[in-house]
């Protein structure tokens, strides 16, 4: 008997805590993404956590406030580092609360683009596969072309696979989309940077 687990939000938190770890970032802003994330990355980095519904959450280094991913309250290429995991796939969907808006998840991936700092890095996590699927209201899942095309002026550094059954693995760093080809709900892990 094992312990059972939620594959994408185990693999996807520890992915991006490693980039973290390897990236060392003087301070790293999250955008919506696993509340445990942000609680455990800021042991070892300032985080400041934003969500549309901000958790009251009281430990050393870490922040909580409220933003609309649609319209965030920072100047144009301002963040030198960057999260935003399993988040863009619900926005305008209406799941939680927001409005519905089909084009929700392009004006968010607009808004990340935008204020990230030229040289700086954003971790972006989606549901992927072969094929695009819009699971209304639940989320959206993207291909891995459609998630480089959300991102049109980031440059892909690493892409890394969460597949969706175990018995294709754990987390897959530096994964060949061709992968792709056997999933329907996989993970996709992309970490972009913005060029100077």
Known sequence: MQTGFDRHYVYHTAWAARVLQETKPETHTDIASSLYFSAIVSAFVPTTFYDYRPAKLELQNLTSERADL????FPDNS???LSC???VEHVGLGRYGDPVDPEGDIKAARELSRVLAPGGSLLFVAPIGKNAVIEFNAHRIYT????LELFPELTLSEFSLIPEHEKNGGLI???????LENEHYACGCFHFTKPI
């Open 144 to 147: 891995y072309e459609a998630v």
């Open 79 to 81: 963040v030198k580092s």
């Open 70 to 73: 649609t319209q965030l309250p």
């Open 173 to 179: 760093r530096n994964a060949e989309p061709a992968v």
């Open 85 to 87: 995991m399993h988040t």
